[in-house]
């Protein structure tokens, strides 16, 4: 079992920046690949951005050239970098991770090659505009 906590949020205004992180409990096979994704009141979840053990990115394109996603194997984090934030963007942000897969599956929006497995909590990320 991998726990995940996430820290970073906040509230910012409109063009402001924030960098969210995620410190897993431990980095075996089970989170060759990390995510973030992030749900707003009364909207479905969604995907963010990934990162697998190759280095492989995959981002949003609501979130392109804005966001950058970024990991440190030897503290076992995962960071977010958000850039130039929006009203759009409110949202609590949900880091997880999973094990890589020969095959590619979908999890809300983002498809690679990977599965997830755990979640974290969640930190709440509000932009005022």
């Known amino acids: 079992q991998v726990q995940l906590v996430e820290s970073g949020g906040g509230s910012v205004q409109s063009g402001g920046s924030l960098r969210l992180t995620c410190v897993a409990s431990a980095r075996t096979y089970e989170t060759r690949c990390m995510y973030w994704f992030r749900q707003a009141p009364g909207k479905e979840r969604e995907g963010v951005a990934s990162i697998d053990s190759d280095g492989n990115i995959i981002y949003a394109n609501s979130v392109k050239g804005r966001f950058t996603i970024a990991q440190d194997n030897a503290l076992n984090t995962l960071y977010l970098q958000m850039n130039n934030l929006e009203p759009e963007d409110t949202a609590t942000y949900y880091c997880?991770?999973?094990?890589?897969?020969?095959?590619?599956?979908?999890?809300?929006?983002?498809?690679?090659?990977?599965?997830?497995?755990?979640w974290g909590q969640g930190t709440q990320v509000t932009v005022s505009s």
């Open positions: 997880a991770a999973g094990p890589s897969r020969p095959y590619s599956s979908t999890y809300f929006g983002l498809t690679l090659r990977c599965a997830v497995y755990y």
